[in-house]
């Protein structure tokens, strides 16, 4: 019976994960213990929720808590595999009287007058109880994580029918409020043109009106050129020879047919600036949703063949430029140059730092690579709400909460946060590929030659959407441009 009673305190000191017996064994916050590497790798599947569960009563912590090795416990193990192992070499002595009958003795001549016992069913009823309460256990567990699931596909409805309705709503204020706006325009210019056509219509009468006088006097003045009646003549010329005063026509303003062309072309312009706005937000709202993570979120991408199924194409905002930095046609490129471009005043604008911004808002999972040349260059994410006037480190990249920077100098590599600048190690590079993953938190730069190098990694919380940056040396002619990856 030695060794079915260590069977039995076997189960009792094994790790629910593993089902092997504790291997520096940790006892967390409910009581419940585990092999430490067995909960380590649990909860690092659930960095995501913010939570940390028990695998077997459920219970949730925050935050994570410290692992201490339970040293009474693994003493305990320790002695239990001593105890194990006695008893196993015990078991190769003869049976005793409540062990089970060995089949030889039904096989083997030499075993025929030994006498055989009734196997004991003690054994049996305990292990058949421990695999029920086993078995029940599991059976509760599964149970609860059934029920979990049923009231996550419900919360899942529940907020994909308040989104469809939010839309809705959202569609219909704008469709509303651009009908709004296209009614005052139409009742603007009809008010305008009816303004117009009236001054003009009178100022044509008046017109008319002295043409015809003018026509009624050169008649009878030309009637008057031709009588002999002398004092008839000096009679009546000076009565006809007086003209009435001319209209003023100095208001008339000869022009090409285009009197509401510039309401048009300002229409044209609201409609390019909504159409780019439109497309901008239709992406992120596109990636919102097929990227939502219901259950377990998606393993990070190994190679660059799955990295490049985030690629995002990456333009730059002439709105951000400093006004050394020339953008090229396509606003994918940036070069420092020494003339300053005739760049209008925007109040989003970098003023004192070679810095420039993405058009593009960054959320979900995004994956993008940079080509570089010169003497180097910073590569960088940034919030909207990045300071943008002076020369402060609240506007420089990687110096204040704000942004993210990875610092490529020909040299040597350098990653920037708040001022605290991170040596970077790594083979030198041209191009820098950065995936984002603005849900985990997760910032990831490599050096993309013949191989792809991780070459910075970062862990934190992303409270605001991203936009991709860049930053050139004080050197001119140092470029950096977004490129097309496939």
Not at 182 to 198: F, G, H, I, L, N
Not at 316 to 342: R, Y
Request: net charge neutral; proline share 4%.
């Amino acid at each position: 019976m030695a060794q079915k009673g260590v069977q039995l305190d076997q189960e009792t000191f094994s790790c629910s994960i593993c089902l092997d017996l504790l291997k520096d064994p940790v006892t967390i916050p409910c009581g419940h213990s585990y092999c430490m590497s067995c909960i380590k790798t649990h909860w690092d599947k659930e960095y995501e929720k913010k939570t940390h569960s028990c695998p077997q009563c459920r219970q949730t912590f925050r935050p994570r808590p410290v692992l201490v090795k339970n040293t009474m416990l693994a003493v305990l193990v320790e002695e239990l595999k001593k105890t194990g192992l006695q008893a196993a070499l015990a078991d190769h002595g003869y049976a005793g009287p409540e062990d089970v009958a060995c089949d030889p003795h039904y096989e083997s001549p030499a075993f025929d007058k030994h006498k055989l016992v009734e196997p004991s069913k003690k054994l049996q009823l305990k292990q058949l109880e421990l695999s029920r309460q086993n078995i029940q256990q599991r059976i509760q567990d599964r149970e609860k994580d059934v029920k979990l699931l049923q009231q996550e596909v419900e919360a899942i409805n529940r907020s994909a029918d308040k989104a469809v309705e939010d839309s809705e709503k959202i569609f219909t204020e704008l469709i509303r409020l651009i009908q709004k706006r296209s009614s005052d325009v139409k009742q603007q210019v009809r008010s305008k043109q009816e303004t117009e056509v009236s001054r003009v219509k009178e100022l044509q009468e008046k017109l008319q009106q002295e043409v015809t006088e003018l026509k009624r006097k050169d008649a009878e003045l030309k009637q008057l050129s031709h009588t002999e009646d002398h004092n008839h003549f000096l009679h009546n010329y000076p009565s006809l020879s007086r003209l009435s005063e001319s209209t003023d026509s100095s208001s008339i303003n000869i022009r090409p047919l285009s009197f509401f062309e510039d309401v048009t072309a300002a229409l044209s312009e609201v409609r390019d600036q909504l159409q780019d706005v439109l497309r901008e937000t239709w992406t992120n709202i596109s990636l919102r949703v097929t990227e939502e993570d219901v259950l377990l979120p998606q393993p990070e991408p190994k190679t660059r063949a799955e990295f490049l199924k985030y690629s995002r194409e990456i333009t730059l905002d002439p709105n951000t430029a400093h006004k050394q930095l020339l953008l090229p046609k396509g606003n994918s490129k940036a070069t420092l140059i020494s003339e300053q471009q005739s760049y209008s005043s925007h109040q989003d604008r970098f003023t004192a730092w070679f810095q420039v911004l993405s058009r593009e808002s960054l959320t979900g999972r995004c994956y993008w690579e940079v080509e570089w040349s010169g003497t180097g260059v910073y590569v960088a994410v940034a919030y909207k709400s990045i300071s943008r006037a002076g020369g402060s480190d609240e506007c420089r990249f990687g110096h204040n909460d704000k942004s993210w920077t990875l610092d490529c100098h020909k040299n040597n590599y350098t990653f920037f946060y708040n001022s605290v600048q991170t040596p970077v190690s790594g083979p030198r590079s041209s191009r820098v590929g950065v995936y984002l993953d603005h849900s985990a938190g997760i910032l990831s730069f490599y050096s993309i030659s013949e191989t792809m190098t991780l070459l910075h990694r970062v862990q934190t919380t992303f409270t605001q959407p991203l936009y991709a940056g860049l930053r050139l040396y004080s050197l001119y002619g140092n470029t950096a441009e977004f490129c097309k990856v496939k």
